[in-house]
């Protein structure tokens, strides 16, 4: 069985530092990565993914993943944390033949003036 | 495109009472979900359904009912309510790509309380 570990449970950055958010996944094939934004009171909003193809995937507000297959990692980086990207994100797993997501159980991201 | 909406976007209810939770996607998407997701619990599945008249249950499926009689809509039914279903929940929708599905659309959420 697949699942998503996040380290960290929350994760306080100063604004303009890097932000890293871990994620690792434990599947016997490459899955589908996903990350996900989550602000106050709001639905999940896809940052960004990797299916096939390029390891380095950039998503939306400057965000970020390599996929390492020899890790099994998928950490999200930006390089310069604005206030607007305080929120909590999610990592999250797909795998083969029709098998259901997995997701992490969250990191949340506070960003300090 | 509304993509998928949920509704009530909140609902009180009595311990006992019963109700239903709908979710609706206009993406002909196979997969949707539900989710409910509680503080310091991240989102944990409640059941889900790879096409119509196809359902499995998820990590937390107890309590809960569901059922997809078509591609479009996949409501959720709360059939006894308890105090520890009060949480906050989420409906998604994907498509397959390939042998794996591609990302999910997640609906606006149901806050849900029971008193």
């Known amino acids: 069985a697949q699942s998503v570990t996040q380290l960290g449970s929350h994760v306080s950055v100063s604004e303009g530092a890097l932000v890293l958010l871990r994620c690792n996944y434990s599947?016997?094939?490459?899955?589908?990565l996903f990350w996900y934004v989550q602000y106050p009171n709001q639905g999940l909003q896809l940052l960004l993914k990797?299916?096939?193809?390029?390891?380095l995937v950039k998503g939306i507000n400057g965000f970020e993943a390599e996929f390492k297959k020899s890790e099994t990692s998928f950490h999200l980086t930006k390089p310069s944390a604005h206030m607007s990207d305080a929120a909590e994100y999610f990592c999250?797993?797909?795998?083969?033949?029709?098998?259901?997501?997995?997701f992490g159980s969250g990191t949340k991201l506070n960003v300090k003036p | 495109n509304a993509g998928v909406t949920q509704t009530p976007k909140f609902q009180v209810l009595k311990t006992g009472q019963s109700m239903t939770l709908q979710c609706a996607q206009d993406?002909?998407?196979?997969?949707m979900s539900w989710y409910r997701q509680d503080p310091g619990m991240g989102l944990r599945l409640i059941h889900y359904s790879v096409g119509a008249g196809i359902t499995d249950q998820g990590e937390v499926p107890n309590g809960y009912n569901v059922s997809r009689s078509t591609t479009e809509d996949f409501p959720l039914r709360l059939l006894s309510a308890a105090p520890s279903q009060t949480s906050v929940y989420f409906c998604?929708?994907?498509?397959?790509?390939?042998?794996?599905?591609?990302?999910?659309?997640f609906g606006p959420g149901t806050r849900l309380t029971v008193l």
């Open positions: 599947s016997s094939v490459p899955p589908y």
């Open positions: 999250a797993v797909s795998g083969y033949n029709f098998n259901k997501f997995y």
């Open positions: 993406m002909n998407h196979e997969y």
């Open positions: 990797y299916t096939t193809g390029a390891t």
């Open positions: 998604a929708s994907s498509s397959l790509q390939g042998n794996s599905y591609n990302e999910q659309f």
